[in-house]
């Protein structure tokens, strides 16, 4: 009898033992099931981002393209998303109003932009139809920051202009007039934000707190004298895909 009790309680140690380690094998499995999900959601986000900025930089060529075609001569950043002016074609030393050859460069730019916008952009009024010759794809533009800069030389003399984040402000605002006033139907497109439509195009101006350039040699202050178009782009359902992966982290 007691040898009988000992054979039991041996099978029944031996049951729980392989009851436990088909627990934690079933355990590994749904975790290495969890790990492949969550590394297939966040390649899925990485692509649509990497894809997001392709987009972006074949945006910024074209510009540049059209621009270069135009005599406009533009420098292009497509890390960053930025179409670059530099200030002598549009601005005198000092001064916050755009010279004549400013106004012609800008009113080509906004040609260009008004061509490119529709594709990538939404309006308030009205749903439009994307125009025939836009690309097939879903990445589209959340905002375009007009920015202002200067180099690091201190303004002279008092006015209205106090300092070069003023200058840069002002520079960047009139920019943006002139490319409304060029091309009024710019400034109706805007990016969707849930239910609302906000406004694509935007201002701000840095001074001389934003170089591209170091130092202050000649070279370096012209090449931080400029109107930089900034572009973000947002990718299709990214919002959406980064909450998911977000709420199965938080689980």
């Known amino acids: 009898m007691i040898l009988d009790d000992a054979h039991e309680s041996e099978v029944d140690e031996e049951n729980y033992f392989v009851s436990m380690t088909d627990m934690m094998v079933g355990l590994v499995f749904i975790f290495i099931i969890m790990l492949m999900y969550f590394a297939l959601q966040f390649q899925d986000i990485t692509d649509q981002m990497t894809g ?11 510009l540049q393209e059209t621009l270069r075609e135009k005599g406009v001569e533009v420098t292009i950043d497509t890390q960053n998303g930025i179409l670059r002016l530099p200030d002598a074609i549009l601005f005198d030393s000092g001064r916050a109003e755009l010279k004549a050859d400013g106004l012609i460069a800008v009113g080509h730019l906004a040609d260009a932009l008004s061509e490119v916008l529709p594709c990538y952009t939404d309006t308030r009024e009205s749903v439009q139809a994307r125009p025939s010759t836009c690309p097939d794809t879903a990445y589209r533009i959340e905002s375009v920051y007009i920015e202002g800069h200067t180099d690091v030389d201190a303004l002279s003399g008092g006015g209205l202009i106090r300092d070069n984040l003023d200058l840069s402000a002002i520079r960047a605002t009139n920019t943006f007039r002139a490319l409304i006033d060029h091309q009024p139907a710019i400034a109706a497109r805007c990016s969707m934000k849930g239910d609302d439509c906000a406004a694509v195009l935007s201002v ?32 299709p359902d990214s919002t959406a895909a980064i909450q998911a992966v977000s709420q199965e982290l938080n689980r």
């Open 52 to 62: 997001a900025d392709r987009q972006r930089a074949e945006i910024l060529r074209e």
């Open 204 to 235: 701000s101006g840095y001074g001389s707190e934003r170089p591209v350039a170091a130092g202050d040699d000649e070279a370096a202050k012209r090449s931080n004298r400029r109107i930089d178009l900034r572009l973000i782009m947002v990718a």
